[in-house]
């Protein structure tokens, strides 16, 4: 899923094509296939789901979720049950050239952890929830990493904390973000706020710079 491409950046990621968390290897059962089926190949591709289809066609999604409380809490043999019978319909899917938070913006407004991603008629792979989130962990805590080894970063798009639109104007500038302030104490506030006093902790009190 990662690789030399992924941002480094929260809102770089948000930003970025689907393709970047894009898992190209679903499963696809045909919809008379048994739930015990669904089962064992969830189980041996570690995947929560399988896409259900009628002749080639995707109609429905089956998650371990549905199984759980629609054939396991409800003791009916997973060896009968067919997925059509427990599958949620009609299935969600975006663009390839759909943002990731795009993508999870459908997710949040339908409630569900995962979307496919489709062109056409073909399916190319399943984007979830906790994919993303996942990468969102590990580029905050590699960019904590640098900060905590002595350079400045900021984890926040420095384009929603910019107070003064024209910086030649600016009489401070915060040294990790370069968001431009006119007056020191709200330099102070600002790097209090969004760094967590980072400044005393990286570079000694970069604030006696500025007084």
Same mark, same amino acid.
């Given at each position: ?26 499963? +696809? ?31 429905? +999604? ?8 629609r ?10 049950v ?25 997710m ?7 979307v496919?991603?489709?062109?056409y ?9 906790d994919?993303?989130?996942?990468? +969102? ?10 900060a905590?080894s002595?350079?400045?970063?900021c ?21 990790y ?26 570079e ?8």
């Amino acid at each position: 899923m990662e690789n030399s491409a992924t941002p480094t950046t929260i809102p770089g990621l948000l930003s970025s094509p689907v393709g970047i968390v894009l898992k190209p290897d679903v499963i +696809i059962l045909e919809s008379d296939a048994s739930v015990d089926e669904a089962t064992k190949l969830m189980t041996a591709k570690n995947s929560r789901s399988v896409l259900v289809s009628n002749r080639g066609e995707v109609i429905g +999604i089956v998650s371990k979720t549905d199984i759980l409380f629609r054939v396991i809490s409800q003791n009916r043999s997973p060896d009968k049950v067919r997925l059509r019978e427990i599958m949620t319909c009609p299935v969600l899917a975006v663009r390839p050239n759909s943002t990731v938070a795009e993508a999870l913006s459908v997710m949040d407004k339908h409630k569900v952890r995962q979307v496919f991603v489709h062109a056409y008629a073909a399916v190319l792979g399943m984007v979830t929830r906790d994919d993303i989130y996942q990468l +969102i962990e590990t580029i905050s805590i590699s960019s904590q990493e640098t900060a905590m080894s002595g350079t400045p970063v900021c984890i926040i798009d420095s384009k929603s904390i910019s107070y003064i639109k024209d910086s030649s104007k600016a009489k401070f500038l915060c040294p990790y973000c370069e968001s431009p302030f006119d007056t020191k104490e709200g330099l102070s506030k600002h790097m209090d706020r969004i760094h967590q006093g980072g400044a005393g902790i990286l570079e000694g009190d970069i604030r006696q710079m500025f007084e």
